[in-house]
């Protein structure tokens, strides 16, 4: 068994080596893919979504997902799924063939049946794909992902790899985000509200118990802080914001240089007296951000938060920020 394992491992390593891995993750579903995959679709929310990941020789990784009360009986929904395919391809008027394995030899009676947690499935037409359904009792979630490509673009090894590495929560806690070479993690109870995804500007908005909290990154890091990062910091990052009131300290986070802020949020100053002597609501938010420049990258990153306690959102967050490799 050891060796096994041992082996096993050593050929994992020499497949990093080869082809450099990054994280894509989307509401706590991710798994390892080659660096130059993109996310190019994402829709839906934690109970139910989609997600896709395209390769540069059209290789294409789909994961969908849905909450259900109890576990299903995964074996039929993978016969299901492949009649599907069948269907589509016989349309095309191509070969056809599929396979459900991997536990079928352990699923004969229904109660087994219902146990399995994994069940993988294979099709090959003009695409060749390798799938795997699976279920979390934790998350109360199946989960579908499906590496398709033009049969023999993919080496089986790297294929399996790949859905090998498929998660559907990681065992730290929060919500696991990766795209475009950032990842991180969310509180669990975060449901992202807005986002922007473009390669020069990244911005993912949550909002949760403990307040909003938006992740942020910027390309060409060395063109936006030709003035310095305390420049870019005061007009751009903190520009945003309007009447903020604050303080910015430097502060060392991690590998990084980075600029720490506490401040508030809201409002004119001299209108405010005249709101509170009315009884008027006046909106003033708590804020904390940091943000730091990752020389590796060439990026800026900032991670900012509002609500009772905004730095410790930003900190919580921040930690499991990933803007590089290595
Ligand atoms: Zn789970
Ligand atoms: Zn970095």
């Not at 352990?106 to 099709?123: D, I, L, P």
């Not at 118990?209 to 310095?228: K, N, T, Y």
């Amino acid at each position: 068994m050891a060796a096994t394992a041992l082996r096993s491992k050593k050929t994992e390593k020499a497949g990093v080596s080869k082809t450099a891995l990054s994280l894509i993750a989307w509401e706590g579903i991710g798994a390892q893919m080659p660096e130059s995959w993109n996310l190019v679709a994402a829709s839906g929310d934690a109970s139910a979504g989609y997600y896709r990941v395209d390769g540069p020789e059209s290789e294409i990784v789909e994961f969908r997902w849905r909450k259900l009360r109890s576990q299903p009986d995964l074996e039929s929904i993978a016969e299901d799924y492949l009649k599907q395919v069948k269907k589509s391809t016989r349309k095309q008027k191509n070969i056809y063939e599929g396979d459900i394995f991997g536990s079928r030899r352990r699923a004969r009676s229904s109660k087994t049946r219902s146990r399995m947690t994994q069940v993988r499935f294979e099709w090959l037409s003009d695409r060749q794909a390798l799938g795997k359904l699976l279920w979390c009792g934790e998350c109360k979630r199946v989960v579908i992902a499906q590496i398709s490509f033009p049969p023999g673009k993919v080496e089986r090894q790297q294929a399996e790899a790949m859905l090998e590495s498929v998660h559907d929560h990681t065992l730290d806690g929060g919500v696991e985000w990766g795209l475009y070479g950032l990842s991180f993690r969310v509180p669990s109870s975060a449901k992202l509200i807005r986002q922007q995804l473009m390669s020069g500007f990244l911005s993912l908005n949550f909002k949760g118990r403990a307040g909003r909290v938006i992740i942020e990154r910027w390309g060409l890091a060395e063109v936006l802080l030709s003035d310095g990062m305390q420049a870019w910091h005061r007009n751009e990052y903190l520009g945003t914001l309007s009447s903020f009131r604050g303080e910015t300290d430097p502060v060392d986070w991690g590998e990084h240089e980075a600029l720490q802020t506490q401040g508030r949020e809201g409002g004119l100053q001299g209108l405010r007296l005249l709101y509170r002597a009315f009884f008027m609501p006046w909106r003033v938010e708590r804020f904390a951000s940091l943000v730091w420049h990752c020389p590796q990258t060439n990026r800026i990153v900032g991670v900012r938060a509002f609500g009772v306690r905004p730095l410790d959102l930003v900190h919580s967050v921040a930690a499991t920020v990933r803007c590089h490799e290595g």
